[in-house]
């Protein structure tokens, strides 16, 4: 089975700290990707990563950075976190870019800013 | 463009009843489909999808679904439901590249409760 680690289930952060949710795949897949989970918004994504250094914006990258140095980890990087980035934060992966792929997911981080 | 609408936020059932979890979708592309499940801060589960093979897929746990292109539907269904059963499902349809990747488009997601 596919495993997609998130190492940090639960956070809480200041306004303005700087804050980094890690995420490690174990099947070897070439893409990886960063999501945030509102209510009633679903999940929009952030960035995604289809090879080791090589990232792609998504639809809510402002306040974000990414970073993939390995291809098993991708970093979300909150370098100045905000009250408005209390969020769910789901990562997955999936084997190629092609449409009808699974991607597996995360069981998430739950980020609260204070 | 495309988007996918799940057309209720919430749905309850008793134990026992039939589960219906409605999505319709729009794509320029010949869209892949997909259904995911969320139980309680867990991530979320592939349930079934469909790639344009056989229009009636099955997934897990009894769950199936029917793509119906004339519709541009994808609902979700299982003929008894279970008290395991009660999560947060999302629609996803994939299709179409934007830079690299195949976009994925969720649905906000139903919630369904399931009662004794």
């Known amino acids: 089975d596919v495993k997609v680690t998130q190492s940090s289930r639960y956070l809480v952060k200041r306004t303005g700290e700087k804050v980094f949710l890690e995420c490690v795949q174990d099947?070897?897949?070439?893409?990886m990707f960063w999501y945030r989970q509102d209510p009633g918004l679903g999940l929009r994504l952030i960035y995604f990563?289809?090879?080791?250094?090589?990232?792609e914006k998504g639809d809510i990258p402002e306040g974000y950075s990414v970073s993939r140095e390995k291809k098993e980890r991708f970093s979300l990087i909150l370098e100045s976190a905000s009250t408005n980035q209390t969020s769910m934060y789901l990562c997955?992966?999936?084997?190629?870019?092609?449409?009808?792929?699974?991607?597996?997911f995360g069981e998430g981080s739950w980020l609260t800013v204070v | 463009a495309q988007s996918v609408t799940q057309l209720d936020s919430h749905v309850s059932v008793s134990e026992g009843t039939p589960v219906l979890l409605r999505c319709n979708y729009s794509?320029?592309?010949?869209?892949?489909l997909f259904w995911y499940v969320q139980h309680p801060n867990k991530g979320l589960q592939l349930l079934l999808k469909?790639?344009?093979?056989?229009?009636l897929v099955k997934g897990i746990n009894g769950f199936e679904a029917e793509f119906k292109k004339s519709e541009t539907s994808f609902h979700l269904t299982k003929p008894s439901a279970h008290m395991s059963d009660a999560a947060e499902y999302f629609c996803?349809?994939?299709?179409?590249?934007?830079?690299?990747?195949?976009?994925?488009?969720f649905g906000t997601g139903t919630r369904l409760q399931v009662t004794l």
């Open positions: 997955a992966s999936s084997r190629t870019v092609l449409s009808g792929n699974t991607i597996y």
């Open positions: 099947m070897d897949h070439e893409n």
């Open positions: 990563s289809y090879d080791v250094k090589m990232k």
């Open positions: 794509s320029s592309y010949s869209p892949s």
């Open positions: 469909y790639t344009s093979a056989a229009t």
């Open positions: 996803v349809v994939s299709g179409g590249f934007t830079g690299t990747a195949s976009k994925l488009t």
